[in-house]
C-alpha cells in the first residue's frame, strides 16, 4: 500500500508559478511510475504529465510542456511538479498517483492504469 498526500495549491495570477508536493509513506516510489493529473469542475480527469521513478525521464501532456517540470526527491520520497507561465485553463484540482513502474508512454497517461492516488490539492489561477 502507499499513501499520498498532495500540498502546495492555492490561488495564484496568471503568469505565477506554483510548485506541488506529493509526499508518499508506505512504501519507496522506486518501483513506480508516477503521474500527475488534474480535474476541473465538470471536466474528465486530465493527463499532466508522468515519470517513471528508475528513469528520471518525464513525459508531459503538450498542453502544460514547457511550462510545468516534473522532479524526484528520492531522498524524501517525494514528487514535485513545478508549474509556471500558469494560464486560467490550469484551474483545477491536482492529483497525484503511483502505478506500475513500467508503464509504457501511453498508459502512463491514463488514469486507470494508476493504482494510487492521493486526496488532490486545489490550484486556481486568476486572470
Known amino acids: 500500500q502507499v499513501q499520498l498526500v498532495e500540498s502546495g495549491g492555492g490561488l495564484v495570477q496568471a503568469g505565477g508559478s506554483l510548485r506541488l508536493s506529493c509526499a508518499a509513506s508506505?512504501?519507496?516510489?522506486?518501483?513506480?511510475?508516477m503521474g500527475w493529473f488534474r480535474q476541473a469542475p465538470g471536466k474528465e480527469r486530465e493527463f499532466v504529465g508522468h515519470i517513471r521513478w528508475s528513469s528520471d525521464n518525464p513525459y508531459y501532456a503538450d498542453s502544460v510542456k514547457g511550462r510545468f517540470a516534473i522532479s524526484r526527491d528520492t531522498v524524501k520520497n517525494t514528487v514535485h511538479l513545478q508549474m509556471s507561465s500558469l494560464k486560467p485553463e490550469d484551474t483545477a484540482t491536482y492529483y497525484c498517483a503511483a502505478g506500475p513502474e513500467y508503464l509504457t508512454t501511453y498508459d502512463g497517461t491514463q488514469p486507470e492504469r494508476y493504482d494510487y492516488w492521493g486526496q488532490g490539492t486545489q490550484v486556481t489561477v486568476s486572470s
Open positions: 508506505g512504501r519507496t516510489l522506486s518501483s513506480y511510475n
